[in-house]
């Protein structure tokens, strides 16, 4: 027997176009690369590349990029505030057909760091919108976005943390986006305002920020996303209720505890000087328990009780001072920012 014959019978056949057997790591190969190349196939032709414009202070001209995800046929885009800045941003948006679109802002919100645009499309394709409450750490998930301006790279992770907090600023007011996704796919910049899908090719998060290697984070598509993303469409703008208090998370004593049930509540720290909280006697070291019956435990359960539906409306604020709980009627009136 040959040499050439020997190494055969013993390693396989090595001539070209041999078939050298199975693969044990080929099925799960398979099916990790099937659940990603259809995710990738089914969300792509919705992710735009975004060249962004804009006039800055001196009249100069910016020029910016980023991503966005077509969420209805008729050319609504959804993208990251940050990646547009302002209302009167103007640019191109590119898709993977080769098509190019003019697009403007509808509206933006900076404190959820979502925009909505608006492109002169009429048969794009939107990409399905999923819910991010039903995300388990360590699920599949993928992004796809336009990162250095690589039109249409693909990634691919997993969920690894969620309930994060994103702090954001517009003007003075300062709020926390809530429930932000923590992924490892690799993002980088220009993948903000993209797509971060599951496995079944739902929209569940908007690709926000770059955190550090390994780290990136999304603004969860969920009840209150599809809200803010409903009033951007149809006003332009998101309106949210002012107390105008400071305060965060401690501790309460035993007594209070045995009343309301729970260890927790939110301390005032600060209240602003004219607001609606001065006028109605809200005092700092104040305790918040409650705001029209709801429990607050945390400066973010006070945040999303803000909402435009009580600006101009009487709530009952009740808060434990001097030993004891006190209900205040306090009128909240509309963020400015």
């Known amino acids: 027997m040959s040499d050439i014959r020997y190494i055969d019978a013993i390693l396989g056949p090595t001539q070209p176009g041999a078939d050298p057997g199975p693969d ?20 792509a032709p919705s992710v735009a590349n975004l060249r962004v414009a804009r006039v800055v202070r001196g009249g100069r001209r910016f020029e910016g990029a980023g991503s966005g995800v077509v969420i209805t046929p008729d050319g609504f885009l959804l993208t990251s505030a940050h990646v547009v800045g302002s209302h009167d941003a103007t640019g191109r948006a590119a898709f993977v057909d080769g098509r190019e679109l003019d697009f403007t802002v509808v509206g933006m919100d900076p404190l959820s760091d979502l925009a909505v645009l608006r492109t002169e499309g009429r048969d794009l394709t939107p990409a399905g919108l999923g819910d991010a409450e039903r995300l388990r750490v360590g699920q599949l998930v993928v992004a796809i976005g336009n990162p250095f301006g690589f039109a249409g790279s693909v990634t691919a992770g997993v969920v690894s943390a969620l309930g994060r907090s994103l702090p954001t600023r517009a003007g003075q007011a300062t709020r926390f986006v809530e429930n932000v996704i923590q992924t490892d796919a690799a993002l980088n910049p220009g993948n903000s305002g993209g797509a971060l ?17 390994g780290l990136g984070l999304a603004v969860p598509i969920n009840v209150a996303t599809r809200r803010i993303i409903g ?9 949210r209720a002012y107390l105008g208090i400071a305060g ?9 505890s045995a009343a309301i049930g729970r260890g927790v509540c939110v301390e005032i720290v600060q209240v602003v000087p004219g607001s609606p ?10 305790l918040v328990v409650e705001v029209d019956g709801t429990p607050v435990k945390g400066a973010d359960d006070l945040q999303r009780l803000m909402v435009g539906e009580v600006i101009g409306r009487a709530v009952t604020v009740t808060v434990f001072r001097n ?4 209900p205040i009627e306090v009128v909240p009136v509309e963020l400015e920012i």
Request: without cysteine; hydrophobic residues 40%; proline residues 6%.
């Open 323 to 326: 030993g004891e709980l006190q």
């Open 248 to 256: 965060g998370s401690r501790p309460v004593p035993p007594r209070l």
């Open 197 to 213: 899908a599951n496995g079944r090719g739902e929209v569940v998060g908007v690709n926000t920020a770059v955190a550090g290697v």
């Open 277 to 286: 909280a001065e006028k109605a006697g809200l005092k700092t070291e104040d």
């Open 24 to 43: 044990p790591g080929d099925e799960a190969l398979d099916a990790y690369s099937k659940v990603v190349s259809g995710v990738a196939l089914r969300v």
């Open 231 to 239: 009033a951007l469409m149809s006003d332009g703008r998101v309106r």
